[in-house]
């Protein structure tokens, strides 16, 4: 088991992963939707930066950075495609992305 | 002292996330995240990860949520364009039903985990300057893959932006 002092920040991550997972799956306003995909991410980076700390390794930092990373890159694509779709259909209803798997819906 | 100061940044960090699931405006919630984001910095600063506190502060709230807030401005929603939610409560106690069984899953794997070595970090462990050693030496294929992402992103950003039709 791993001490105490750091088992806290564990709980802190799993609490906020579960309420980003709760936000995915009851909300529809497809803001709510990507903030909670973002929250997710940083509760991930809260369990590398503490396992970094409880393997005394920065290696776990370093991917915690590279998954900010990956989170600004998913920015720019996600705030790109709900411009283009609230421009269309006039509504945040994540119901209307179903459109992107039809052909002739748009 | 970090006793209190960690209850407090715990306390902000989950209280703003229950926010941002709750707010029925979308910059209630993206507000309300720029404090859990905050907040995990100052986690982050607690684990003595220097870097990645400034990082997550310029980068997370200081780009990305301000980003998304600006995109939420700009599209000027109005009430009537908002999802109506009608079963919103429900489906979160059935999610929250639902996920106790994995997260009593996850708290059995981390008393599973292994202890570590009980001396303390060294001095500059989580500065700039050994992370970029690190960095440079052992990750530089998966940082320079990191930079093609963000350019496929960034051309993926400009298509999607065009005023033609896709």
């Not at chain 1, 776990?60 to 990373?69: F, L």
Request: glycine share 4%; net charge neutral.
């Amino acid at each position: 088991m791993i001490e105490g002092s750091l088992f806290p920040y564990f709980v802190v991550a799993m609490i906020l992963l579960s309420i980003g997972l709760l936000g995915v799956i009851s909300r529809k306003n497809i803001f709510v939707i990507y903030m909670s995909i973002e929250l997710m991410l940083s509760a991930i980076n809260l369990i590398f930066v503490t396992l970094s700390n409880h393997y005394h390794s920065m290696s776990s930092q370093i991917i915690a950075m590279m998954v900010i990373a990956v989170a600004a890159a998913e920015a720019a694509v996600f705030l790109s495609l709900i411009v283009v779709l609230y421009k269309r259909r006039k509504s945040l209803d994540s119901d209307i992305f179903v459109a992107l798997s039809q052909k002739e819906s748009l | 002292m970090l006793d209190i100061v960690f209850f407090l940044l715990a306390f902000f960090a989950i209280a703003g996330a229950i926010g941002m699931i709750l707010f029925h405006q979308p910059v209630h919630s993206a507000l309300s995240l720029i404090l859990t984001i905050i907040a995990l910095a100052g986690l982050f600063a607690l684990l003595s990860a220097s870097f990645l506190f400034m990082v997550q502060i310029i980068v997370y709230a200081g780009a990305i949520i301000t980003l998304l807030i600006f995109i939420i401005m700009f599209l000027n929603v109005k009430e009537s364009n908002l999802p109506k939610e009608p079963h919103k409560y429900p489906a979160m106690v059935v999610g929250f039903v639902c996920l106790i069984p994995f997260n009593i899953l996850v708290l059995r794997a981390f008393y599973k985990m292994p202890s570590s070595q009980n001396i303390p970090l060294e001095t500059d462990f989580g500065s700039i300057k050994t992370l970029g050693w690190e960095l440079f030496n052992q990750w530089l294929l998966p940082f320079e893959l990191i930079s093609i992402l963000l350019l496929v992103a960034l051309i993926g950003a400009v298509v999607f932006g065009r005023k033609d039709e896709v």
